[in-house]
Structure formats: structure tokens, C-alpha cells
């Protein structure tokens, strides 16, 4: 076959295991789905379809779930076989795509729930092409381990072993590198806090033994400079344009976020105006969508930068942590400063501005709503890593989504009610049969409010 | 012993024929006429018998009794008493020798009422043949398919060969998601070069080209100037005029805007164009005052069928000058053929150019050649943007609100900035205009085929033919996208330029040998045959121009490019045997062996055979030929085996096309490939009846065949969660069954008048015996929501969508707000025709006669998202229904139980049935229809007018093609209105360009 090669260096896998992660940051699990349920905008058109909480997504479904184990898994899995095999065995290399696998299974079982992972994305490597289900659980303490044992091996590890001139988040900074895998260990630990206590507590006391991310320095971010660009710069100004929530609006201006006009365009009346979630099909006719904000420049320009996890939402795990597990509301107070601080930072607020910020309540916990507000902050922070901040929702409760009642809401499948997870497609349901089935008998019907294991709230 | 000389001419024409065999019955001694028709034989017995023989005459048998002058007179031969037919290899055969099914069809059929696309003259002419022509604008391909779908994922296309070549029969057509058709290779074969085609519809007839021939084979055969009298010059003119036959209909009572009303006005003046206000929701429309879509105060009226005033009338043209000559050795035919063809799009053309070169050449008693040499040139300009995609004009037409003028459409296209103005935000919807003059493509394609054949009688009864000829292709596409779209790369614009070549190149010896052994004759064959496969391909593409209107790679920023080769080879070798007892009971047997390049080396190799058995009781019993003149019992059974395309066994990476970034991205293919493939195997069986009664006045063919194909090789869908869509396996059973019958019948004959009549039936069934273990279901295509599958012990192609939701009872069960829910997803129907077939009548009264062709469909499903699209678009005629009232959906209410009452707003309903519950149950059509495909009526001018000129012959034809439905269930969709020429591209119609109809003259001339 002259087109292709057979053997080939395992960078170019890992590359492309790491571009595709990012880029399923901006795929229709966060512009249909997560953009909506997170309440960050509304699609136009058909597009928002999926903010009415129906589920007739079958293909969107299928397809977000062959893309999460098509893009990364399906070359994280090949690069882990070859950094482990006896003749190319890389131990460094091995650790930094283990990270990558852990953040891509992340992602499919906080979509799916229980999804298949210790059979998971090994169609080529070992020829599974019916894998089985594991729980969220297991798949969960699984992840912990893993990213434990690759931080020990990152910590001291000798970077040429690595990817030198073909690592695209941190140019092969080990540093960092420690950094951001204990980062994520962080977020995973915290997102079983409320299913498995006992183990979120004992992950974070070891998260807090070894460096994490701390400053904007740290992000975890690339620029996509390949095609068309950045994807939400095609939202802005393609089609289906993306109008912003009145949600994430009134939050901004509510607490004078300078932020505001990162996230929101003004309208062409010069002003904010956000639209409301969930309309049905008459209210939304009759909304004036296309003079709603657009999403902000900053977020949208061909080479806005899109993120996996950042200091600023590790700051507000570290105030959350402080506060739930060692019940100190002082340090759990300036981490939560810190937090929002390195949040303004991150896209580049005036520092007056973000003085002034700094100064106003919000700033602060109160002690009353401490969780909300780090919930809330949380909420911002993640932005434009949308999914993630569904996924907050899900598991603190915060911000507050609540159970749509009003006439002019579509309540879908779910009465009103957030939705909690993708669910698994008649592809899936055709092609694994005898798995899926088992995977639902466990889990749960499979619908869309049937909540996944770490999601308590 | 006698020498006998004489002269041999055509009965009707007195005109001296060449090369007619003369034999004296029952030697092996003869000698062929000569160029004036003279002939003569020495030592011939005075009871001997002569035999005249010539191909496409009847045969004459004469005793010499004496005479030493024997002239006469062959009459051609209109019924074909004794057909000959040409059969695999090239073969030529007594049709009553077969033991399989073969139709032939003659060069009038084909080049009279002239296509595009010889095949298209094939519908409803052959029984077991399905084709399908899609509506994809000039020079669109076809689907063909003989004897149903046989296989889950290959192209089931036949296999043509011309002239004993077998060439390139690649499909065309394209996805849901738009993109242009760019024909079939089988468009390049020039009608007015056809001599005749022969379709072998089964196994056994095809086996001898192996794998090859495990869809059919159509053979197609020249002409090669031969048997023309006179100075040898002809024409052929065509002239046709193409205009529109069919288009949906229109509701004519409200125009844009939303819930009966307009849509707000916008800071600038303009109402506002996004979803839904762009849609055809609003008021009534009464010629009241209001603003329209441009920011104008307007009338709000009716605009009529935007299709009528969109299109245009298209033709087409076609000159042929054929020069043909011989001498007593040599003959040769050279012809050039021009096409031109305007399509009912305006800046959709086709030019073509065919050049044809034949000779043949008996350089000595034993030793002749054959050569041939074709090429083609053509040109095709914007062919139409189809199904989704953003060039598509007949979507773009069909969902334009009632009330938008098609003038200001055309008349405000781009503004002062180079942007495109357009009546809503939607990226999918251009303005049509807007795309016909800024989304353009032009295709050249430049074909070649030669071919060098010989046929060496080395020695009594051994002859030895060998032939070699290369089907070569060269292609170059360009195609482009203005700046000012939003819909073109937001608004960057984009070009791309494709170009390539493919070879096929084939070669193929023959041994033959015949014995005869009393009343037993031989013919025993062994053969061999190589055939290579090259093709390759450069692609460039590039988006975001730096210069307005300037279409070259150099002019954008971003480009990519990318290029393939592929390579395959296959060598076979084979055996046929022919053995005949009594001239009335012959048997045919023919063992081939293939060795494939595409299988793994331990699998390569493989065998397939036929035996094919024909019984003439009529002969053998001396029936009374005015009762049974012609009685054949016919039996015929065959493995035959398949390979697969390239590349197919080995895991490999692809390097990622990449332009910023420092570094190597690979990735891995999402199928997973096999390692131990094995050739797929078709066994086929097929019995069958040729009778003829009253001196053949009627005559009946009759086949009923079964096919089973097991082991294919496909890639079957396998869990997403393996990292990976599909795995290549050998896995799946597909059964066929099915019967034909041919009747033809001269109901009246006089010497003035005379009435053909032609009938065909063909019924097949294709059922899916098995898939891969677990799997339970192959989607082999999808539009929208709905999907044609494969589903173990189902037919093939079943049509599964999604239901409403119902009670036990079956009752739908409806919400509060008075809307359906989506149900479970079930069968909706299957696109394969209960049956199909057609009807002729040729009636000709002195010069005169008229020809009509009609084809009937029965059965079979498809779906309509056109329809789907304009319903919930709120354009098309069916949109009325409950606008004024809301609709009162049939069910019952899901929370009380009681009937529904609640009426649901006509819009709502529509869009959330179809749209976001994607329900498909009302959209699936019935395919049934009844067409009239081809009517000509001929003049033949006398002799007696004709005589005193130079005209040897002339011709006059009054011809149209598909000019109207007698009967269509699906109303004002056409069933054959697909973008695919795929398996399975009658299953899906995706607002098409109308159906055409055509008409126009032919003039044949011979002089």
C-alpha cells in the first residue's frame, strides 16, 4: 500500500491522541449538549433542539461517543501499547498518555456513565471489538491510580525521554507536566466527593503533597491554528450562530464580572442581551434571537486558545477541598480568592479592573452560600470548557438550574428537569448488544435523567 | 463433382453481400463471398447441399442438384429463427445452444432514441435488469442492477465489456450531505458505435470472467463496417429538447413569517430573516401591503412554481459521420460522434467528442486482426450541487416562502461588500442565483481505449484467439466557491482541483479446438487472462482567497493537498468445454481459476465453474414448428467467487495533512482490516424455458433462478467503544430467488402492417440470511432519520424509521399540548419492487411504423425528505392542512386515556413530527408507478424515391423519452428522483431537480 506506512513513531500517535482531546472540547457534546445544559448560550436555529431536554439524538449520541473513543482513546490506546512493549518500551512516555487516556475516559463516562474501559478502545490492540461495560466506579478508581502512578514517574523523569519538539500543551515541560496530572487528579478526586468520600478525601490530601497548577502559566491550552480555526469562532459567525444565556449575562452583570465582555458580544444595540434556555418552539419564534449577544471576541477569534483544565479551576477545587475536608474557611477563602483572581487573569482583565473586582463581595466567600459561590465561580472558570461545566453542575448542584415550570418552557423528557447524561446510541445498542444491555441493568434506564454514579446532587 | 460459382445478395436491396459464409453441409469445405458477393467452390458433389450463413440473416440451405450458378437472394433475419448471440469471451453463440438466459439487444434500440447513457436505453427492455436514472443534471450516472442485490457492501454493478474488453463500470452519484454527480463510466460508451449488447444476467453465463462477472455482464459489440453496402458514408442527427416533467407541489395561500405572522422588522428595515420567520408560517397571503425580505414595501402575493421560471429548457445534439469500407480482406469503420448537451440548469453542459477507429483484417486464410481504437473528449460544465448541500437550487427553490419574487432573487444576489443576499441566515440555503453563479465546477475527462485482437486457425479445428486492450482514463476536476457565502468556508471561499488517471489493462488468450465424432461435436477451450488495475489521484484544495473571483491554488491561503495510488492485479486461468448431441441437446462446462493481489497469499487463489445444460425437445421430437416451432428446456448452475478492493489486509497510519503545526500528527484508520480474508463465494442456479409457437409468432422465455452469496467481504459495524467503526470480515448470506419472463408476439403481420408486441416481467427476492455473528443490523445508507438496513431474516433493504408512539392498540399516544411522540423504530418499507417490467408495441404500416416503450414498477418504499423538508418548511401544498385551526392529531391522550381534542398549531405539529422527532413513518412513499419511457415514430423512405439519388437509405425518427407517468403513487415526487446511483440510491429522494421529459427528431442518412 504506497499511500500509507505501517510502522511509525509513537509522537506522531500521541499528537494526535493530545490535538484530538482538546478539539472534543468543542464538539457537539459541548455546542449542542453541555453549552445548553451548562446554560452558557443557546444555538440557533435546529441546533438548539437539545435545550428543550428531548433526546431524539440518536445519531448526535452515536457520534460523540465514537468520537471520544475514535479520536484520543483510539491512539492513546496504540501509543500506551507501543511505550510498554519490550522493544520500544518508554516509561515517561508511558506515563504522559496514560495522563491523556485518563482525561479522555473522563470525559465518556461523565457523558455515558458506565461505559466500556478496561476493554475500552482495544479494537487493534487486542482485537475486542464487543467490549464489555465497567462501572463508573471501578473506572473512577481506576483513573486516581493511574494518574498517581504517572505522576511518580513524571516527578524527577528525564524529559528527552518524553516527546521533545512534539508536545503541544507544554513543549515537554516535566514541571508542568507534574503539575497539570496532579491538577486532574485533583478534579477527579473532588468529582467523586460526593459518591465515595472516604477516597475523594485521601486523593486530595495526596494531590496536596506535590506541585499543581498555579498560575495562568500552568494552563493546560492549545491554539488551533489548523483549518478553519478555533470552533467557536465558526459558531460566532457561521451557522448556527450562538446567542449567549441570559443565565451566564445576569451572572456577569449581577455581580459587575468583568469577565462580561470576554464571555458576551455587546448586541447591535450595543447592549447585553442574553436569551433565555429552553424556550419552545412558539416563545422561541417570538424572541428576537437574532439581536441577542453573540459569544465574546476573546473566546472566538480564529486563535482563541481552548483549554483541558486550568490553574484558576484548580485554585477553586483547592478552596472547595479546604473547606469540605479541612473545614478551614480562612484558607479555603484566599484559595477561592485565588481562584477567581487567576480566573480574570487568565484572559487578561486590566489589573484596576480586576482590583476592583476583587474588592466587591462576590470576591469573597460569605460563609453562608460558600458552596454555591465556589460552585458558581467554578462555573465561570471552566468557560470555554463547557462540558466541564455541565459537569460541575451535576455534581455540586451549582449554580442552581431549576426545574422548568413556566408555559413557554419545554419541559422534554425529562419534566423540566437538568439532564443528566448522554445516553447510549441504537448503534451501540445494535453493534454491543449483550454489553450495553448489562451496562443499563446496572446503571439505570437509559435516559437522559437517570443520573451517573458520582452525581449525588 | 462440380464447380459452382454465383453471386450472394441482400434480398431487399439487391445489393451484393461480403463475406457470407458458404459451406457445403456437412464438410468442413466452404469459401466466404467476395466484395462484389461473388463466390465459388470446386469439387462440390452434385448432391450436396450449400449452406449460406451470415450473421444477422437467416440461413439458406440449397442442393445443388446440377446446377453449376447458384445466386441468392438473404433476407435479414427480423425474428432471429436462429439467434446468434455474442456470450462471454466474445464468444458467439446459437442463442438455442445456451443453457442460461442471455438478451440481446439490437443497435436501433439504442441509437434511435439516443441517451447519454447507452444503459438508460436498456430500462424496461430487459427482464432482469433494473435501471435507475438519477436526476443529478447532463451526464448524470445510473443505477443498474441485474437480478437484485447480491452482495451487503460491493457495488453490484455488471461487469460491461466491449468488444471483448472488459472496462471501467464504476458508479457515480452522491451523498445526503450534496456534492455533484459525476456520472458513470458507462456514459463514454457512444450509442451510434453500438452494434448490439448482450446481457448476461446469471452465473452461468458470466463465470468465464470469473469474479468479474459475479454482478452480470452487459457485452457490448461495435460496429465494425462489414456488412454496409454502398459507398459507405452515414449520419445520424439528433436534435432533442429536455424540459421539466415534474416538480412538487406548491401551497399557493401563505407566505413568510411564523404563526400566521410577519416577522419583526429589524433596526435596519428588514424583517428579520433567521428561523422560523424565513419559513412559509405567515399570513394569509391577499395582496396586502407589507415589507418583504429585501426591506421594501411590497405587495404580499403569490409567486407561483419558482421551478418553471428557474429552469429552462434544455437539448441536446448529437452528430454522427460514420465511413465505413472493406475490401475482400479488410473492412474498417471510422465514425466521430459530437454531443452537445444544455441541462435544464443554465450553466449545466455537456460537450463530447468520441472518435472510433475499427478495422479488421484477414492478412491470411488462417490469420485475421482485429483492432480498435476509441477516444473521448469531454466536458462538463457545473454539474448541479445535489441533496444537502449548499449549491443545491432545487432545495434552495422548493423552501423559498410563497411570497419571494424569483426576479428580486435574481436581480439582488451580492451586495456593495461582495457578500451574497440571501432571504434567511440558514448556511445551508444560498440564494439559488447566488450559487449558479459563484458555485461553479467543470469537469474534463479525456478516455481512451484501444484494443488488438488476433485469430489464428493454426491447424484444422485448433484455433487460437488472443486479444489485449486498455481502457485508460484521464480526469481533471475543478470546482469553486465564491467569497461572500457564509456558507463557504464562513464566508473565506474555497477552490479544489482534482485530477487523476485509471488503467485497466486486460489480456486474454484462447486455445479452442472441435471434434466431431458422429453425431457428437466438441469444443474444448483453455484460456488465460491477466487484467491490472492502476489508478491514481492528486487532490488540491484550498480555502480563504486572497483576490475576488481569481480560481487558482495560488490565490488561497490555506491548501492541502493529498494523493492516492492504488494497485491491484488479477490472473486467471480457465477451461471451457462445449459439447453438442443431435443439434438438440448441449452442455457447457467452464472451470476458471483467479489469483487476486487483494487477498491475503494464503487465500489468493480460487476456483469457480458452471455447467450449463440446454435440451431442444422441439428438435429432438420434430415438432410441428406451426404449433411448437422452437422448444428449449434450459439448466444452468455456478460457483463463483469474488475478491475485494486494495489494501484491505494490512494495518497501516496516515500521515496527517497538517500545515502549522511543528510537529507529526499520524492517525489510524477507523476500520480495522483482516488478516485472513477469504475469497467470497456466489453459488447460483437457474432453470428455464425458450418456446416458440405458431412459425414464432409467439415466443416465450422463461427463468427462474437462485443465487446465494456467502462469505462476503465487508466491513462490518462494530461497538464504537473498540475505538473503531468497523471490522473487514468475511461474514453475511445473502439468498435471490427470482423469475423473468420475455414474451413477444406478432399479433398481426400483413405485407403493409405489422404489430410487435414485447412484454417483460421480472420478480426477484433478495433475503438476508445471515450477518456477522451478534450484529443485528448493517445500515448500508441513511437520509435524515431514516436508514436502509440489512437485518438477518428480513429482505434486503428494508427502510427503518422511526414511528410515532403508540398504545398496545396501536393507538398514538398524544401529549397535553395535542402533538405525537416519537415512537419505536420499525420497518417502513423496502425499496426493492414487488416486480417490475415493460411493454412494446412497434406497429409499422408500410414506412411507417411507431414504437412504444412503457415501463411498470410495482412496489418497493422510498423516502422523500424533500417532501419531509417543504412540509415542515411550510411550502409545500400538504403544509395547509390545519393552518387556519391547528390540526387534531388521531390518538389518544397519553395522561387520560381519553381521545385527543387539543388541537396542535399546523406548524408545530409538522416540525416537531418531522424535525425533532424525527418521525418518518408518513414520509416513506410507494415507488409504484407506470411511465411511458420512449415513443418514436420512423419514416423510412422508399427505394422508389430513394433510387435515383446517392442516398442508399434514410430515416426520419419523431422520438420522446420518459414522457409522462401514467400512474405515480408517490404523486408529485419522482420514485427515480435519487442523488445516489448506490445499491441502495432508490431508497432515498432529497429535493431533486425536477424530472425531465425529452423529445425531438433523429435523421439517419446512408449513402
Not at chain 2, 468465464?208 to 456488412?227: D, E, Q, R
Not at chain 2, 432533442?240 to 407541489?249: K, Q
Request: glycine content about 10%; overall charge negative.
Amino acid at each position: 500500500n504506497p499511500n500509507a506506512v505501517t510502522t511509525i513513531d509513537d509522537a506522531a500517535l500521541y499528537t494526535k491522541a493530545v490535538r484530538s482531546l482538546f478539539l472534543e472540547t468543542t464538539d457537539l457534546s459541548a455546542s449542542r449538549f453541555a453549552g445548553h445544559y451548562g446554560h452558557y448560550f443557546v444555538a440557533g436555529s435546529t441546533a438548539r433542539i437539545p435545550d428543550q431536554y428531548g433526546d431524539g439524538f440518536d445519531n448526535n449520541y452515536n457520534a460523540m461517543f465514537d468520537g471520544l473513543y475514535g479520536g484520543a482513546i483510539r491512539h492513546i490506546e496504540e501509543v500506551l501499547t507501543i511505550t510498554s512493549s519490550p522493544k520500544t518500551q518508554n516509561p515517561v512516555r508511558n506515563a504522559m498518555a496514560n495522563v491523556i487516556a485518563v482525561l479522555a475516559y473522563a470525559k465518556a463516562t461523565d457523558a455515558y456513565g458506565d461505559i466500556p474501559y478496561t476493554q475500552g478502545g482495544k479494537g487493534k490492540t487486542e482485537n475486542i471489538v464487543h467490549p464489555s461495560y465497567d462501572t463508573q466506579e471501578s473506572i473512577y478508581k481506576d483513573l486516581i491510580a493511574r494518574l498517581t502512578s504517572s505522576i511518580s514517574i513524571l516527578q524527577g523523569a528525564d524529559a528527552a525521554l518524553g516527546y521533545p519538539n512534539s508536545e503541544p500543551i507544554f513543549n515537554n515541560d516535566m514541571e508542568k507536566w507534574v503539575r497539570f496530572a496532579n491538577s486532574v487528579r485533583l478534579r477527579l478526586a473532588m468529582r467523586i466527593r460526593f459518591a465515595d468520600n472516604a477516597l475523594s478525601k485521601a486523593t486530595v490530601a495526596q494531590c496536596l503533597t506535590a506541585p499543581l497548577m498555579e498560575t495562568n502559566d500552568h494552563n493546560a491550552f492549545i491554539i488551533q491554528t489548523e483549518g478553519t480555526g478555533n470552533a467557536w469562532f465558526n459558531n460566532r459567525t457561521g451557522f448556527p450562530s450562538i446567542k449567549m444565556s441570559v443565565r451566564l449575562i445576569d451572572q456577569l452583570q449581577g455581580s459587575a464580572d468583568p469577565r462580561l465582555s470576554v464571555f458576551v458580544s455587546k448586541n447591535s444595540n450595543g447592549t447585553y442581551s442574553g436569551m433565555v434556555n429552553g424556550l419552545d418552539d412558539t416563545a422561541f419564534g417570538a424572541s428576537n434571537f437574532a439581536d441577542k449577544s453573540d459569544i465574546g471576541i476573546p473566546l472566538s477569534s480564529p486563535n482563541s486558545k481552548i483549554y483541558l483544565i486550568s490553574a484558576a479551576e484548580t485554585w477553586l477545587f483547592r478552596a472547595e477541598a479546604a473547606l469540605v475536608y479541612d473545614e478551614d474557611a480562612v484558607v479555603a477563602n484566599q484559595m477561592y480568592r485565588q481562584g477567581i483572581k487567576t480566573a480574570l487573569g487568565q484572559w487578561e482583565i486590566d489589573a484596576s479592573d480586576i482590583e476592583t473586582f476583587m474588592g466587591s463581595a462576590v470576591a469573597s466567600l460569605s460563609g453562608v452560600n460558600n458552596e454555591e459561590q465556589i460552585g458558581t465561580q467554578l462555573w465561570l472558570a471552566v468557560i470555554p470548557n463547557y462540558f466541564e461545566g455541565w459537569t460541575q453542575i451535576r455534581r455540586t448542584g451549582y449554580p442552581v438550574i431549576e426545574q422548568r415550570t413556566a408555559d413557554n418552557l419545554s419541559q422534554g423528557v425529562t419534566n423540566g428537569v437538568l439532564p443528566t447524561r448522554f445516553l447510549y446510541s441504537s448503534f451501540e445498542l445494535n453493534s454491543n448488544y449483550v454489553n450495553v444491555s448489562a451496562a443499563i441493568a446496572n446503571q439505570g434506564p437509559n435516559r437522559i435523567d437517570t443520573p451517573v454514579w458520582w452525581d449525588k446532587n | 463433382q462440380t464447380s459452382i460459382s454465383g453471386t450472394v445478395l441482400e434480398k431487399d436491396s439487391d445489393l451484393p453481400l461480403l463475406g457470407v459464409s458458404v459451406l457445403v453441409k456437412g464438410t468442413t469445405t466452404g469459401t466466404t463471398s467476395d466484395f462484389s458477393g461473388n463466390y465459388s467452390l470446386n469439387n462440390v458433389a452434385e448432391d450436396a447441399i450449400l449452406e449460406f450463413s451470415y450473421l444477422g440473416f437467416k440461413t439458406l440451405e440449397v442442393p445443388v442438384t446440377g446446377q453449376v450458378i447458384i445466386n441468392v437472394r438473404l433476407e435479414e433475419d427480423g425474428q432471429k429463427l436462429d439467434e446468434v448471440v455474442v456470450t462471454a469471451l466474445n464468444i458467439e453463440r446459437d442463442k438455442e445452444s445456451l443453457g442460461y438466459s442471455i438478451s440481446q439487444v439490437d443497435a436501433t434500440q439504442v441509437n434511435v432514441v439516443r441517451e447519454n447513457n447507452v444503459m438508460n436505453s436498456l430500462n424496461g427492455k430487459v427482464s432482469g435488469l433494473q435501471v435507475t436514472q438519477s436526476n443529478t443534471g447532463v451526464d448524470g450516472s445510473s443505477r443498474i442492477v441485474l437480478r437484485g442485490i447480491t452482495t451487503i457492501s460491493g457495488n453490484n454493478r455488471p461487469l460491461v465489456v466491449i468488444d471483448g474488453i472488459p472496462i471501467d463500470n464504476g458508479g457515480g452519484g452522491t451523498g445526503q450531505g450534496g456534492g455533484v454527480d459525476r456520472g458513470d463510466a458507462l456514459s463514454d460508451i457512444n450509442p451510434d458505435d453500438v452494434a448490439s449488447i448482450s446481457v448476461l444476467k446469471g452465473a452461468g453465463a458470466s463465470a468465464a470472467y470469473g469474479s468479474l462477472g459475479i454482478n452480470g455482464v452487459i457485452l457490448i459489440t461495435t460496429k465494425t463496417g462489414n456488412k454496409r453496402p454502398g459507398i459507405g458514408v452515414s449520419l445520424s442527427s439528433t436534435f432533442m429538447f429536455t424540459d421539466i416533467m415534474l416538480t412538487p407541489n406548491f401551497q399557493n395561500e401563505y407566505g413568510t413569517g411564523f404563526f400566521n405572522d410577519f416577522a419583526p422588522i429589524n433596526a435596519d428595515g428588514k424583517p428579520v430573516l433567521d428561523y422560523p420567520f424565513s419559513w412559509s408560517w405567515g399570513p394569509r397571503l391577499e395582496g396586502q401591503s407589507y415589507t418583504n425580505w429585501l426591506g421594501q414595501t411590497d405587495s404580499y402575493s403569490p409567486q407561483g412554481n419558482p421551478y418553471k421560471d428557474f429552469y429552462q429548457t434544455g437539448y441536446s445534439i448529437a452528430n454522427t459521420v460514420a465511413f465505413e469500407g472493406r475490401s475482400d480482406k479488410t473492412s474498417f469503420r471510422m465514425s466521430i460522434t459530437d454531443e452537445d448537451i444544455q441541462g435544464i440548469v443554465s450553466n449545466n453542459t455537456l460537450g463530447k467528442q468520441t472518435f472510433n477507429i475499427r478495422g479488421r483484417s484477414q492478412l491470411t486464410d488462417k490469420f485475421s486482426i482485429d483492432g480498435k481504437m476509441t477516444f473521448i473528449t469531454s466536458k462538463v460544465e457545473n454539474r448541479p450541487d445535489l441533496a444537502e448541500g449548499n449549491g443545491n437550487t432545487a432545495l434552495q427553490l422548493s423552501l423559498m416562502p410563497r411570497d419571494i419574487r424569483l426576479t428580486d432573487v435574481r436581480n439582488n444576489t451580492i451586495n456593495a461588500q461582495g457578500q451574497e443576499i440571501k432571504w434567511n441566515l440558514d448556511n445551508t440555503f444560498n440564494n439559488p442565483y447566488w450559487a449558479l453563479n459563484h458555485l461553479r465546477n467543470t469537469d474534463n475527462r479525456d478516455r481512451f481505449q484501444g484494443l488488438l485482437a488476433i485469430d489464428w486457425k493454426m491447424f484444422k479445428n485448433f484455433s487460437l484467439t488472443a486479444r489485449t486492450g486498455m481502457d485508460y482514463r484521464v480526469f481533471d476536476y475543478t470546482s469553486h466557491g465564491a467569497r461572500g457565502a457564509q456558507s463557504i468556508k464562513s464566508g473565506l471561499g474555497e477552490y479544489s482541483h482534482n485530477n487523476g488517471k485509471s488503467r485497466i489493462w486486460n489480456s486474454d488468450m484462447l486455445a479452442s479446438y472441435k471434434a466431431e465424432i458422429g453425431g457428437f461435436k466438441l469444443t474444448a477451450s483453455v484460456g488465460a487472462m491477466h487484467r491490472d488495475e492502476a489508478f491514481n489521484n492528486q487532490y488540491i484544495n484550498g480555502f480563504d482567497s486572497k483576490v475576488r473571483d481569481f480560481y487558482n491554488i495560488s490565490n488561497y491561503k490555506n491548501s492541502f493537498s493529498s494523493e492516492s495510488i492504488t494497485k491491484k492485479a488479477i490472473t486467471s486461468y480457465y477451461a471451457l468445454g462445449q459439447f453438442q448431441w443431435g443439434g438438440y441437446l448441449y452442455f457447457d462446462t467452464s472451470l476458471r481459476n483467479d489469483n487476486s493481489s487483494a487477498l491475503p497469499k494464503d487465500n489468493n487463489s480460487y476456483w469457480y465453474h458452471s455447467e450449463n445444460l440446454s435440451f431442444l425437445f422441439s428438435r429432438a421430437f420434430g415438432l410441428n414448428p406451426k404449433f411448437i416451432s422452437k422448444g428449449k428446456l434450459r439448466a444452468s448452475h455456478a460457483i463463483v467467487g469474488n475478491d475485494t478492493g486494495a489494501y484491505r489486509t494490512q494495518a497501516f497510519y496516515n500521515v496527517d495533512q497538517t500545515v502549522t503545526l511543528p510537529y507529526t500528527v499520524a492517525s489510524i484508520p477507523g476500520s480495522l482490516p483482516s488478516f485472513d480474508l477469504r475469497p467470497e463465494t456466489s453459488k447460483s442456479w437457474e432453470i428455464g424455458a425458450d418456446l416458440g409457437f405458431f412459425n414464432n409468432r409467439l415466443m416465450l422465455d422463461f427463468t427462474y433462478f437462485e443465487t446465494n452469496t456467502k462469505d462476503q467481504i465487508q466491513a462490518v459495524p462494530i461497538s464504537g467503544a473498540s475505538g473503531f467503526e468497523t471490522v473487514v470480515v468475511n461474514a453475511g448470506n445473502i439468498k435471490n430467488n427470482g423469475i423473468e419472463v420475455q414474451l413477444n408476439a406478432v399479433p398481426v403481420e400483413t405485407d403493409n402492417f405489422q404489430w410487435n408486441l414485447g412484454v417483460n416481467f421480472t420478480k426477484n427476492n433478495s433475503f438476508v440470511a445471515s450477518l456477522n455473528e451478534g450484529l443485528s443490523s448493517i445500515e448500508l445508507g441513511r437520509l435524515w432519520s431514516v436508514s436502509v438496513e440489512a437485518r438477518p431474516g428480513e429482505e434486503f433493504g428494508g427502510l427503518y424509521g422511526n414511528d410515532f408512539k403508540r398504545d398496545n392498540f396501536g393507538r398514538k399516544l398524544i401529549t397535553d399540548n395535542g402533538l405525537t411522540q416519537r415512537g419505536e423504530r420499525i420497518l417502513l418499507g423496502n425499496i426493492n419492487p414487488d416486480w417490475f417490467g415493460g411493454i412494446s408495441n412497434t406497429f409499422r404500416f408500410k414506412n411507417l411504423s411507431l414504437s412504444t416503450l412503457i415501463s411498470v414498477q410495482q412496489g418497493g418504499e422510498f423516502y422523500s425528505y424533500g417532501r419531509a423538508y417543504r412540509t415542515y418548511f411550510g411550502t409545500d401544498k400538504r403544509s395547509l392542512v390545519g393552518r387556519e385551526n391547528g390540526i387534531i392529531e388521531d390518538g389518544i391522550n397519553e395522561n387520560t386515556g381519553f381521545k385527543n381534542e387539543v388541537a396542535a398549531p399546523a406548524f408545530l405539529k409538522q416540525f416537531t413530527d418531522i424535525f425533532s422527532n424525527e418521525v418518518s413513518k408518513d414520509q416513506v412513499l410507494d415507488a409504484s408507478n407506470v411511465k411511458v419511457r420512449e415513443v418514436t415514430l420512423t419514416y423510412s423512405f422508399p427505394q422508389t424515391i430513394l433510387r435515383d439519388t446517392f442516398i442508399q437509405s434514410a430515416s426520419l425518427s419523431a422520438i420522446g423519452r420518459n414522457l409522462f407517468f401514467l400512474y405515480n403513487a408517490a404523486g408529485d415526487i419522482d420514485p427515480e428522483a435519487g442523488y445516489s446511483s448506490g445499491p441502495t440510491g432508490t431508497a432515498f429522494e432529497h429535493s431533486s431537480l425536477p424530472s425531465t421529459r425529452s423529445y425531438g427528431l433523429n435523421l439517419k442518412l446512408n449513402f
